[in-house]
Every structure is written in C-alpha cells, then in structure tokens.
C-alpha cells in the first residue's frame, strides 16, 4: 500500500501553476550584510542578546568580538574558582563562501532578495567562545613565577671586539614567505583598531529601519535575453557537448552584464555556454584532465582546493598538479588559465594585442595584489572603454575607487603556498624567466587606433571618445566664449595632464577628429572659434544677431546692437542677457570689440 504509481499519460499533462511571485533583487546591503552564525551553539539554545554588554569589529580583517554578562548566580557557574569572570567573548572566524547566499524577505506576495557578497565588504562570520583571557591568566602566572626567582650573580667580563654581522636583506620569495607568515598576518590583524558597534534588538526602530532597506525600491524588469532552448543547455549541457567545449574557449564576461554575454555566446558560439553554466551530474561524466580542464576555463581562476573538490574523478592532488602546470599559472595562491589557453575565440585582428596585454596583467598581479587604471591605460595604450579590454580586467580583477584601481580577484591562497612551496617557488622563477619578454612583448605591440575600419569593438571605443571630446571642446568654448586654436589646445593639454584615463584616450584622437568637431560644433570669426548654440532657443536667438553681426564688424556699440535686435527680432536685448555679449566682446569706451581668443582680453 506503499507503494506509488505515475500514471504514463500524466507525463503529458501540463504541471498546474498554483502561484506566481514576483522576484526583487536588491544589491543596497550586499556590500556590508554578514550572515552570524553559531555552530557549537544549537537553534534551541540561541545566546541571550539581552546580556550583551559590548561589541566591537575590525572591518578591514572582518573581525567580530560579542561580549556577555555572565550569570554568577546560575547553579553551574563554579563560586570556588579563585579566577573569577563576569564576562564572556564570542569571537569571529571568516568563512569562505563555498556557494551563493542571500537574505531574502517574502512580503505581500514577493520575494526581496539582497545578495551576500564577500568581494568589497559582508560574508559570513562563524562566532565561537573566545579564551583569550586563560592565555592572558597563563602569561600572567608565568610573569609572577619568574619574578619570584632569585636574581642570577651578575658576572663582570674582560672587554673584547664584538664582530658585527648585517643581516642580507629578504630577497622576493624571502619577502612573500614572512608576508604570509602566522605571525605577520597575526601582527596585522592586531594592529587594526577595533571600531565599537551598538546592538539593537529585532524592536528597535533602528533595526526595523535596517530591515525596509532589505526591500527594493525600483521596479526595472532584469533583462534576460536568452531562449528556452538557451537557458536549459547553459544549465544542463549533454556530455558531448562538454567534449566538444573543450576545444572552444571564451573570455570570462563582465559581471555586469553577464546576461546578455551569455546571448552572444549561445548565438555566436552554441559550445561556449556551458562555460558558466557547468552541471555537475555532466561534470563526473568525462576524464579528470577534462574536468579540470573545463572547470578552469568556466572560472578563470580558482583555489586549489575547489579544483579538487570539482575534479572527482582524479586520485589524488598530484594528478590535478601535473594537468594544472600544462594549462594554468599559479598568482597568489590562486590557479589561473594561461592565456594562450584561453584566447582562442577573440578577434583575430587584435588577438596578440590582447593577449600581449592579459600577459603583462598576469604578470602584475604576480608582483602585487593592486594595478591602477592610469597604468593600465598607460602600458596598454588601449581606452578603459574598450569591451574586450574592460572583460580582461573584470576577469582577473574587481574595481576599485570608483574604477580607478584594480585589485586581484581572489585572496592570497596561504593554505597552498604552505601545502606547497615547491610549487610556488617554480612559479617563482617562472615569472622571473618571463618578465623580460611579457614587457617588452606589451610595448612593440601595434597602438589600439590601428585597423579601427576592420574593428567594431573599436569603431565603437572611437564613437564614444569622440563624444567625450565633443564634450570637452563644447565646454571651453562655453567657458572662455571665443578660443583661436591655440588657445585651444593648451586647454586640452592642461586638462590631459590631470583627467581620467578615458578623457585623456579621446584627448588623443587624431588632429583631423578635432578639426571635424569643430566644424561642427562651432564657428569662425576672425580665425576663432565660437560655439554654435547654448541648446538655448531664448538666449541663442539674440546670441545669433550678435555672431552675424561679429562677423560682418568687430566693433559694435551699444547703439549698433539695439538697432540690430529691433530690425530682427522687434525687441532688444534684456539686461540680463548682458552676459553672451560680455563672452563674445570686451568693452573698450562706448564700443564693444570682438575678442581676440587669447583668453586674456580685458572687460
């Protein structure tokens, strides 16, 4: 009577949706929501919140310290210790995050939803009683037993030369040993100040303000391009198609629009979804060099740990070493695919520029964990506004300081680098062994201008630099009213040396693009320039007297300019509009003289 049947026609009958809801994803608090937990602590027997007197946090090492009252009355607390506590401390662990989390709230028939991210801030923090303070009481002991000794006999020795030794300074790997000692990270933790937090119970306003943020404000569709068929092989790819993956491989998209990415690979290359969509039932299906192989190529880059726990079919550690020394390089701890690995798919016209530039990427982030945009765009000589450029980075690194600078993407692996030194030191020389060529590779590469008309990507980058510059060149224009092309141009130098490296890209367009854009944006007078229209049709309309008027005389009175605004308009020009003339002409007696573009005319 147990057992249960499935009627075979029922197959065929649709599933009867019995409720739709409606999904918000609100990224407000991804960046500061951590996730408390308590393993040693069960759901029944939750930490009374009410006792808690104090509680502190080190941001930058994500450190979390709860102090408790502690009941002394309570039958199980031990009256007879000659060491007695009133408090206790639940310290923090951070935990690495093994797969996706989130907080979600369902509320009036939907579901919010904000994302748990680790990256700039928030995760996952373990908290477990502390017994600092039994070290504390240990040292202390020790302390007063040592004092308690007798003093030893003092021994009064002959002078003699003391040789003096210098100690050889760290070499690289030297360096990178006691950066990632114990002791170092410890200091480094120690010296972080600790930041006072105030706790608010589930009741207070504040927690209840806290909570309305969990919802989301904006109602925008998330834009999801791909097809039925699309979506359910970039979930559950057939075996043959992982196969035959492995000989297709893509760039890792920006995180930002990963969506649409994932259209133009099902459309351009149908193989190359599975990249991000990897099913794990497909992945024990095939060999372990092809498991890591494809696990590598979907991610990037991974810790050694996880390449693992994926490469089920391997038997041990050494195995997935020999296949990780073929195809990926090792930065930080972290596995990386090797470029030529992974360049396979993009534009041929501009392959070797890339991956001259993906070399010399790897090889920073070897040397440091941070790589500025100015650097970036200096080495490179490509426009940060570059598609394929922006995906190279976003695949190695995440943004910094509103996109200014790049840090590596994952952490320093230290549990690898202890595991194996061996490996790390062959990377070592590696990099050392290569340096040389990945530099000089970057700067004899071809300049990003080149083959723009056989380029869309970069036809693209031009249009967009080209708007920038319009840009710049409308506002001094605006600025200084009339500009000769000397002028001009100093302007833009003096911005070029202190701007963004996109700014400085369109600053470095081509004479012939400023000439185009100044023919189109403006006109001249006595070998100046002027802009055309403020975009504004009640001051352009007395503003556009005055130019046709400047440019027929270059002296004008007051009277003159009545006259004018009379003849063609039927109104003169209010007071207050007094300006567009004083950006046009300098006054000189009861004349108005046309400027000479120097930006030094006097009013």
Not at 133 to 151: C, Q, S, T, V
Not at 299 to 323: G, H, P, R, W, Y
Not at 326 to 331: E, G, H, S, Y
């Amino acid at each position: 009577e147990n057992e249960f049947f499935v009627d075979a026609d029922s197959e065929d009958e649709e599933d009867e949706i019995l409720k739709e809801v409606d999904v918000f994803i609100n990224p407000e608090l991804a960046k500061t929501l951590y996730l408390l937990q308590y393993p040693l602590r069960p759901l029944r027997r939750p930490y009374d919140k009410s006792q808690l007197v104090k509680t502190r946090f080190k941001p930058v090492n994500r450190k979390l310290e709860l102090d408790f009252k502690i009941d002394t009355k309570d039958d199980y607390y031990d009256q007879e210790n000659t060491t007695q506590y009133d408090t206790f401390t639940l310290t923090s662990n951070s935990v690495p995050l093994q797969t996706n989390y989130a907080i979600g709230i369902f509320s009036e028939g939907e579901l919010h939803i904000t994302p748990i991210s680790t990256l700039n801030g928030g995760g996952i923090l373990q908290l477990r009683p502390s017994f600092a303070y039994l070290d504390a009481a240990d040292a202390k002991k020790k302390k007063e037993e040592k004092g308690d000794e007798e003093m030893p006999e003092i021994q009064v020795t002959e002078n003699k030369p003391v040789q003096v030794q210098f100690r050889k300074q760290d070499t690289d790997r030297a360096a990178a040993a006691r950066l990632r000692s114990h002791a170092y990270l410890k200091q480094q933790e120690e010296e972080e100040p600790w930041k006072e937090l105030k706790y608010y119970d589930s009741n207070a306003i504040e927690s209840k303000k806290a909570l309305d943020k969990l919802f989301a404000t904006k109602d925008q569709e998330i834009e999801f391009p791909l097809s039925a068929g699309q979506y359910l092989d970039f979930i559950n790819p057939s075996p043959a198609s992982v196969v035959n993956a492995l000989h297709s491989i893509s760039i890792d998209p920006s995180p930002y629009n990963r969506a649409s990415y994932m259209a133009r690979c099902c459309e351009t290359f149908p193989t190359s979804s599975i990249f991000h969509g990897l099913s794990l039932q497909t992945i024990k299906k095939i060999t372990y060099e092809q498991q890591i192989e494809l696990i590598l190529r979907a991610a990037t880059m991974l810790n050694f740990d996880k390449i693992v726990e994926l490469a089920s079919n391997a038997e041990n550690e050494e195995q997935i070493l020999q296949v990780l020394y073929k195809i990926a390089i090792l930065i930080q701890g972290v596995w990386v695919i090797r470029t030529e690995s992974c360049s396979q798919l993009w534009p041929e016209n501009r392959r070797k520029q890339l991956e001259a530039i993906r070399n010399w990427l790897l090889l920073k982030f070897s040397e440091t964990r941070y790589i500025t945009q100015e650097e970036v765009t200096n080495i490179t000589r490509f426009p940060a506004g570059y598609p394929l450029l922006a995906q190279l980075l976003t695949s190695l690194a995440i943004p910094k300081k509103n996109f200014k600078e790049w840090e590596f993407r994952f952490p320093i692996d230290y549990t690898f680098l202890n595991r194996y030194p061996s490996t790390e030191e062959l990377f070592s020389n590696y990099w050392q062994k290569e340096k040389d060529s990945i530099i000089n590779e970057i700067n004899t590469m071809d300049p990003f201008l080149m083959n723009v008309k056989n380029d869309k990507s970069m036809q693209n980058v031009q249009q967009v630099l080209e708007l920038k510059l319009k840009e710049i060149v409308s506002q001094i224009l605006i600025k200084f009213g009339v500009c000769n092309l000397g002028f001009l141009q100093a302007n833009l130098n003096r911005i070029k040396k202190s701007s963004s490296a996109d700014i400085t890209a369109a600053l470095n367009l081509p004479s012939e693009i400023l000439t185009n854009i100044l023919n189109e944006i403006s006109i001249i007078i006595k070998g100046c320039y002027c802009i055309k229209s403020y975009g504004n049709p009640k001051i352009d309309k007395f503003r556009n007297i005055l130019l046709q008027s400047f440019q027929e005389r270059l002296s004008l009175t007051r009277k003159d300019i009545t006259r004018l605004m009379i003849a063609k308009l039927g109104e003169d020009m209010p007071k207050e509009m007094n300006g567009i003339l004083e950006a046009l002409a300098y006054n000189k007696g009861a004349s108005w003289i046309f400027k000479s573009g120097e930006g030094s005319d006097h009013f």
